[in-house]
């Protein structure tokens, strides 16, 4: 393991899975103002697995600008890392040939990386799983408070931490809680069940009315609202010298045009998300 940097930054980025960025506006949280206003940004990707694939490339959300070759944003966007880092002589040829953020940061710059995730899609026997010292798939789907406590850095070595946090995701419930809403799988719960119904035939659930839908939104935006208290919880147990960037993996429809949810939608409001970064000094 080489030694890090002289002076590199533990890097956090924490994943609020299928948050939308008008559920941030109404309830942006005051513990992450420090970071300053959140970005209108888009995701590469409509749904969790290829999204977070796509950010541990190192690729976050983007600005989306016109009149800019893509290899130039790519570039800048990149060119960042050298202040989220904190090291200037970054040597970015050494993210090839993997292109993978936590291989980079392990192999070459010393860095402890560890995730903690809390949709079963990510699940560690996954590819994403890749030179992570430690990752670990959440025994609750929607409990940030339980990963904060899981949160450990070095004296000698900067570290990484993905986060995938699930109070945000549907049924947008706060730990302990249980709603009264039916079960929808994502991609892994289908699978798990893709057997079985296959000989039962089963007829899909009905779709959300309009006055559930709305609701659905304010739900998602009330989990965020309890988050915020989490996030101060967060904030205290970071240490001086560490970049956190707060974002989500895609958005999601809470009836526009017809949808709900995220996945195979092609629609704005499953790529719109919300991003805020900065140095915790
Ligand atoms: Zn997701």
Known sequence: MPEPPRGARNLVVVVLDSLRYDSWLAAPPSALSVLGEAQRRWSYASWTAPS??????????????????????????????????????MEFKRLLPSMFLPTYLRHSLGYRTHARVSMPVLNPFTVINRDFDSYVLMPSHNDMAAIVDELR????????????????????????????????????????QLDELGERGEEAAEFFDPARLRTLHERQITA???????????????????????TSDHGELFGEDGYFGHGPIAHEKVLEVPFVEGLIA
Do not use: Q
């Not at 800019?68 to 966007?77: I, L, Q």
């Not at 850095?153 to 709603?179: C, K, M, Q």
């Not at 996030?231 to 001086?240: I, Q």
């Open 52 to 89: 977070h694939y796509n950010l541990l490339m190192g690729l976050l959300p983007h600005a989306s600008p016109s009149h800019v070759y893509a290899s130039e944003y790519y570039k800048r966007d990149f060119l960042r890392y050298t202040e989220r880092l904190g090291v200037p002589d």
């Open 224 to 246: 965020l609202e309890y988050l915020d208290g989490v996030f101060e919880r967060m904030l205290a147990r970071l240490p001086p010298n560490t970049w956190l960037i707060v």
């Open 153 to 192: 850095f070095e004296e000698d070595r900067p570290s990484f931490w993905l986060l995938n946090v699930g109070e945000t995701h549907y049924p947008y419930a706060i730990p302990g809680e249980s709603p009264d809403l039916p079960h929808i799988s994502g991609v892994h719960g289908v699978f798990k």
